[in-house]
Nanobody
Framework: QVQLVESGGGLVQPGGSLRLSCAAS????????IGWFRQAPGKEREGVSC????????NYADSVKGRFTISRDNAKNTVYLQMNSLKPEDTAVYYC?????????????????WGQGTQVTVSS
């Protein structure tokens, strides 16, 4: 059974940092592209970043370039999203997702398996 579980969300002040984790079970992460997405109330789901299973190449949305870093630990079957210099506009529920076809894009429709999400709130 394929399962993705996010953790690491919380409340942080502007300028602060959080590290999100996406732990996989039921499949091996390095055969998939793993993406991070976010959805704020009243807004569409937005692709944030993804990492390829084949060569660990990465892709970032312009809104997070230079602030967020995606990485993977194949031994732990986990993908991370390090978020620095957080802004109030980063507030959203963050989801990780897996694409078995390894397309490397940030469109939510490319991803088959989804976690339940973790809330990130950036506020003073």
């Amino acid at each position: 059974q394929v399962q993705l579980v996010e953790s690491g969300g919380g409340l942080v002040q502007p300028g602060g940092s959080l590290r999100l984790s996406c732990a996989a079970s039921g499949f091996t992460l390095d055969y998939y592209t793993i993406g991070w997405f976010r959805q704020a109330p009243g807004k569409e789901r937005e692709g944030v970043s993804c990492i390829s299973g084949s060569d660990s190449s990465t892709n970032y949305a312009d809104s997070v370039k230079g602030r967020f870093t995606i990485s993977r630990d194949n031994a732990k079957n986990t993908v991370y999203l390090q978020m620095n210099s957080l802004k109030p506009e980063d507030t959203a529920v963050y989801y990780c997702a897996a694409d078995p076809f390894r397309r490397g894009g940030l469109g939510w429709y490319e991803y088959t398996y989804w976690g339940q999400g973790t809330q990130v709130t950036v506020s003073s």
